[in-house]
């Protein structure tokens, strides 16, 4: 008797149950099951990945999605209260625009960046940042309602909420940032942050962003 043979009588329903589905051909589906294993192998790995697919899908939204949310609707809210479109995002700007890529190669977080470092005294008390702990006074609400979220997130999300409100385009963001536990020591005053009345505007704008990758003339 061939080998699958025994494998469709074992399939078979015992006496009293209902017959096998017709339009199923038992026999061939026998046949393939021990002669070709491999192929019903390759069947069974997709319906699994088709079910775990379906599950994600159907996966309520973590807690950091959640608070993500809620911050956004937030920061709409307290930017229309405000009318503070341009404060946030000189506030984004500013704690991203440390960001100088000689010292990319050190360990995080030498070379600056959106990483909400511009909260410390050593920052928000600069110069370029006079007026932006106003801004930071805004969001204080928002990070204590929503604390799953960094700060250095809040900041870069308050700044592209401000651009969609005041009728620019809308921003994709990623979101994952970490908060720096204080401003790094490489980043001095005035931090690469641009100077309201430069002497030589050229020679200023070619020193604030000639110090992000890929950027020159």
Request: hydrophobic residues 45%.
């Amino acid at each position: 008797m061939a080998p699958w043979k025994g494998y469709l009588e074992a399939m078979q329903p015992p006496p009293g149950a209902p017959p096998l589905p017709p339009y199923v051909n038992w026999e061939k589906l026998g046949v393939l099951a021990v002669e070709r294993p491999h192929i019903v192998a390759f069947f069974a790995l997709g319906v699994i990945l088709f079910l775990w697919v379906v599950s994600l899908a159907l996966r309520p939204p973590g807690r950091k999605i959640v608070a993500l949310v809620k911050a956004k609707q937030m920061i709409i809210d307290m930017i229309r209260k405000n009318s503070c479109h341009p404060i946030m995002l000189r506030l984004a700007w500013h704690d991203a625009g440390t960001y100088d890529m000689k010292h990319k190669d050190l360990p995080w977080p030498a070379a600056g960046g959106a990483i909400g470092s511009i909260r410390y005294s050593k920052e928000i008390n600069a110069g370029p940042n006079a007026g932006l702990s106003k801004a930071l006074g805004y969001l204080d609400p928002i990070r204590r309602a929503c604390p799953e979220v960094s700060m250095a997130d809040l900041i870069q999300m308050a700044g592209a909420t401000a651009v969609e409100l005041a009728g620019g385009p809308r921003i994709d963001m990623i979101y994952g940032r970490m908060d720096a536990s204080d401003s790094p020591e490489q980043s001095v005053a005035p931090f690469g942050l641009p100077d309201a009345f430069p002497d030589d505007p050229a020679s200023h704008l070619r020193w604030v962003f000639g110090k992000y990758d890929g950027m020159g003339d």
